[in-house]
T-cell receptor
Framework: AQSVTQPDIHITVSEGASLELRCNYSYGATPYLFWYVQSPGQGLQLLLKYFSGDTLVQGIKGFEAEFKRSQSSFNLRKPSVHWSDAAEYFCAVGAFNDYKLSFGAGTTVTVRA | DSGVTQTPKHLITATGQRVTLRCSPRSGDLSVYWYQQSLDQGLQFLIQYYNGEERAKGNILERFSAQQFPDLHSELNLSSLELGDSALYFC??????????????FGPGTRLTVL
């Protein structure tokens, strides 16, 4: 069964600083990988996805993620964080012929001025 | 706005009661998914419907059931409610059946509080 680990429960970053959120997955075949963001009281919004091809994926709001098969990782990055990026971020994995998404526990990002 | 709508936004009820959560998928999407988000379990997949038929089942309790209607909206029925059922319930939709990685679009959720 597939699983997702987000090692960092909470990250605090200064506005303008870079951000990296870690995600490790466990799955036998090539996974489909997603990053979602959830602002307080809101639903989940898709930031970016990886299905195949180029391992560096660009998303919305200036985010990018890199798929590293050798490390079973799909880390999310943003070069310069804005106060509006304060939210909870979820990594999720899906797979061919497996309809559900398995989510990590989430990482809460706090942005300080 | 993802285009997925869920009603009601909040629901407060008592133990032992039954409630129905409603979801309308994005226009053109045939698949509907239900997820439960709780503090102790995180985001858990419950069930998926595709064009009116159940396609996949996750950690859904027997007290819970769902269906998808001909107009593609879906309802999640929760019965004999317990305190532990208090959670945020999300509906998501996608074009296909996600076996090829269709992205899922999430609704705003229904917050259920069981007292």
């Amino acid at each position: 069964a597939q699983s997702v680990t987000q090692p960092d429960i909470h990250i605090t970053v200064s506005e303008g600083a870079s951000l990296e959120l870690r995600c490790n997955y466990s799955y036998g075949a090539t996974p489909y990988l997603f990053w979602y963001v959830q602002s307080p009281g809101q639903g989940l919004q898709l930031l970016l996805k990886y299905f195949s091809g180029d391992t560096l994926v660009q998303g919305i709001k200036g985010f990018e993620a890199e798929f590293k098969r050798s490390q079973s990782s799909f880390n999310l990055r943003k070069p310069s964080v804005h106060w509006s990026d304060a939210a909870e971020y979820f990594c999720a994995v899906g797979a061919f012929n497996d309809y559900k998404l398995s989510f990590g526990a989430g990482t809460t990002v706090t942005v300080r001025a | 706005d993802s285009g997925v709508t869920q009603t009601p936004k909040h629901l407060i009820t008592a133990t032992g009661q039954r409630v129905t959560l409603r979801c309308s998928p994005r226009s053109g999407d045939l698949s509907v998914y239900w997820y439960q988000q709780s503090l102790d379990q995180g985001l858990q997949f419950l069930i998926q419907y595709y064009n009116g038929e159940e396609r996949a089942k996750g950690n859904i309790l027997e007290r819970f059931s769902a269906q998808q209607f001909p107009d593609l909206h879906s309802e999640l029925n929760l019965s004999s409610l317990e305190l532990g059922d208090s959670a945020l319930y999300f509906c998501a939709s996608s074009v296909g059946i996600s076996d090829r990685g269709d992205e899922q679009f999430f609704g705003p959720g229904t917050r259920l509080t069981v007292l």
